[in-house]
């Protein structure tokens, strides 16, 4: 069974049409990138996957039910690009969050679990610190690490690292896949960056210019566990080179 599949699936916003008949599947444990144009409907399409927006015509389904009641099961989880922390509440309260929304739904011991998230995300002695005292990439590790604390087997990630920069955001994806390889954790992921689309991913889904379809699938067969220095390596060049050519043809259309 497919952690996630749509089919036929479109969207229109009034007069405007967003997705158009999109098909796309995502395997347990894969981590699939969604690359496109600004416009192409990539956050609609993460917004239809998470139960957030239903789709106008098509059929999508996450492990096996429909997205809403994935989303009411927490089988979901949700990275979104500003990591809206609390300003309130300290590091380790934020990294609580979800567990305490949702008392119960979250891996036993997940309370103590995300202690040794922060941990993991180099934010161990910043446990009492506030938002504002951090910069902004220690609030997206944060985000990140209160993401994965709930357990769920699916994360939804909406272009998370934009507004960081180039270095901090490089870091950024390293730590994703320190984390998330061992755990095996499903995820569709939104990005504009091509470098990162390739450092992530087994597959990456190239959308075309609105209205958004899928154009063509890139598998990423480079080994896993990645390291920083795939990055100069010449197959990652090869297939940065084969999306770059996928996402002319899109913009095409």
Known sequence: MAAVELSGVSRRFGRTEALARTDLRVEPGEIVTVLGP???GKTTLLRIVGGLVAPSSGDVVVDGMAPA???ATKRIGFVPQRPALLPWRTVEDNARLLLQVNRGAGPPGASAGSRDLLQQVGLGDFLGAYPHE???GMQQRVSLARALALGAPLLLMDEPFAAL???TRTDMRHLLTELCEPLGTTILF???S???AVFLSDRVAVLSSRPGTVVGIERVDLARPRS???EDDPAFFAIERRLRGLLH????R
């Open 38 to 40: 600004s416009g192409s």
């Open 69 to 71: 009641r994935a989303r």
């Open 134 to 136: 951090l910069s902004g």
């Open 165 to 167: 920069d180039e270095i």
């Open 190 to 192: 939104v990005t504009h």
């Open 194 to 196: 091509i470098a990162e």
């Open 228 to 230: 920083p220095d795939l």
């Open 249 to 252: 043809e899109g913009m095409a």
